[in-house]
């Protein structure tokens, strides 16, 4: 069983279009995360909901856009895509915090290619 | 926030040699500490942990060492093998507001010569 799963695996399209990634997670988390891996592999937070709740929003363009309709998913809506959103994305999912935090589980990754 | 650093950025060593990768963070209130290793197109992924509560964990030939006072952790591979090759992150975890919040290192591309 995959534990996080994210599609589409690969996606092109071209400058100016929208495109969504969904995420879903089967480990019963309560936070899930959006990283950015860019060309010099360097992961960054994008957004972590808890509870459908967003809790960090790391000055993402207001083109993004995270949609968590329960816990157990998360999904980003990209508007009007530009060549530097070129990058692979990562979901994540992790147990809440508390006194013992935890390891995050990664998706797959999504490789986006603005052309 | 939270900053992490991380070095080398790229570290070649020869099958068999050992593998130092070092991370230093900010946040004394950080409490939790993994590893992750990414293969070339994959995921990355927990390959040891540590807590603040600990100064070293041992896992076959991966360690991990705390030090809280200096803030600094480490990882160290020993009898490297081809296989070892990959990129790998360290991480520093707080709760901010009774949430996780998860900041990584720049990363290391490990390359083991056979």
């Known amino acids: 069983d995959t534990a996080v799963s994210q599609t589409p695996k690969y996606l092109v399209t071209q400058m100016g279009n929208d495109k969504s990634i969904k995420c879903e997670q089967n480990l019963g988390h309560d936070t899930m995360y959006w990283y950015k891996q860019d060309s010099k592999k360097f992961l960054k937070i994008m957004f972590s909901y808890n509870n459908k709740e967003l809790i960090i929003n790391e000055t993402v363009p207001n083109r993004f856009s995270p949609k968590s309709p329960d816990k157990a998913h998360l999904n980003l809506h990209i508007n009007s895509l530009e060549l530097g959103d070129s990058a692979v994305y990562f979901c994540?999912?992790?147990?809440?915090?508390?006194?013992?935090?935890?390891?995050?589980?990664f998706g797959q990754g999504t490789r986006l290619t603005v052309v | 926030g939270e900053n992490v650093e991380q070095h080398p950025s790229t570290l070649s060593v020869q099958e068999g040699d050992s593998a130092v990768i070092k991370c230093t963070y900010s946040?004394?209130?950080?409490?939790?500490f993994p590893w992750y290793k990414q293969e070339l197109g994959k995921r990355p992924q927990l390959i040891i942990d540590i807590r603040s509560n600990v100064g070293e964990k041992k896992d076959q030939r991966i360690a991990v060492t705390l030090n809280k006072t200096a803030k600094h952790f480490s990882l160290h591979i020993t009898e490297t093998q081809p296989e070892d090759s990959a990129v790998y992150f360290c991480a520093a975890s707080t709760n901010s507001g009774g949430y996780q919040k998860v900041t990584f290192g720049t990363g290391t591309k490990l390359q083991v010569i056979p």
């Open positions: 946040d004394s209130a950080s409490n939790y």
């Open positions: 994540a999912s992790s147990r809440s915090g508390g006194p013992l935090n935890t390891e995050a589980f």
